[in-house]
């Protein structure tokens, strides 16, 4: 809790690092732009796979199957980002954990890990914690707009994206920030509501940029730095082989066709 903020400097910079890279603006640019033709619905987009459906679709359907896209929530995404989600909180605690007492301020007693450790830090946590203000009420907040903004990503609406936010932040807090530390009340109140807030504000930012033909170098990084999750996840994914799509079409005779497809290369 008292290095947020060192985290959210950390990920200034690699959004920036994935936005100038051309494969990365590239494959961005492929994940998060509209097509200029009409498509099937497709919750998790993988060009490779291919496609089903007619290729001549109105524009009227074509804008009201981008409607229903908007509405659905994709689950299976959403838990597959919660696993990657999971695995880099623990790595952010690993890398602390290496760091010296003096970025961190943690003690060697304190670096001691076991299980009796925390449940205790589970069971007894901090109403208010004395960190640094930049961290509680900036570096909190932005967390908590990324894992808001991932669930909006999803295709969920702004309730259930806040709720994401705040069992994300739980996730984090009770979990493996315990091994070293009491959880605190007052961040498991900030991160979702401060982050439902300024994911509200990201939300236009993003549409603004996803709205451009041809986003210059500044839209990717704007992209990415309000959905470091999902850029981080693209990244391993590809790394992996992962191939998964989900696609929904509705034809004109009202036949729902449904295609679930993962793979590994």
């Not at 695995?87 to 602390?96: H, M, P, V």
């Not at 790394?239 to 993962?262: E, F, T, W």
Request: charged share 25%.
């Amino acid at each position: 809790m008292s290095i947020v903020n060192r985290c959210a400097v950390m990920v200034l910079v690699l959004c920036v690092g994935l936005g100038v890279a051309p494969v990365g603006a590239e494959e961005t640019r492929g994940l998060l732009l509209p097509d200029a033709e009409p498509t099937p619905f497709v919750l998790l987009p993988d060009r490779a796979l291919g496609s089903f459906g007619p290729e001549n679709e109105e524009s009227a359907e074509s804008v009201e199957k981008e409607e229903t896209k908007k509405k659905s929530r994709d689950w299976l995404g959403l838990g597959r980002d919660t696993v990657f989600l999971l695995g880099y909180q623990f790595a952010f605690i690993g890398i602390l954990y290496l760091l010296p007492e003096s970025v961190t301020h943690w003690s060697s007693e304190e670096k001691k890990i076991s299980f009796e450790k925390w449940w205790d830090h589970v069971q007894h946590p901090v109403l208010w914690d004395k960190d640094n203000p930049i961290g509680n009420y900036v570096g909190h907040p932005y967390v908590g707009a990324t894992y808001y903004i991932r669930a909006r990503e999803r295709g969920f609406d702004r309730i259930d994206s806040f709720v994401y936010s705040a069992l994300a932040s739980a996730m984090f807090e009770f979990g493996p920030e315990a091994m070293l530390e009491r959880p605190s009340v007052q961040d498991l109140i900030v991160t979702p509501i401060g982050g439902a807030l300024m994911g509200l504000g990201f939300e236009p930012l993003r549409h603004w940029v996803k709205s451009k033909p041809e986003p210059r170098w500044y839209g990717h990084v704007i992209l990415i730095a309000t959905d470091p999750i999902g850029a981080l996840n693209g990244v391993f994914e590809r790394l992996m082989g992962i191939k998964s799509d989900i696609r929904v079409d509705v034809g004109r005779d009202s036949k729902v066709q449904v295609q679930l497809r993962l793979r590994w290369e």
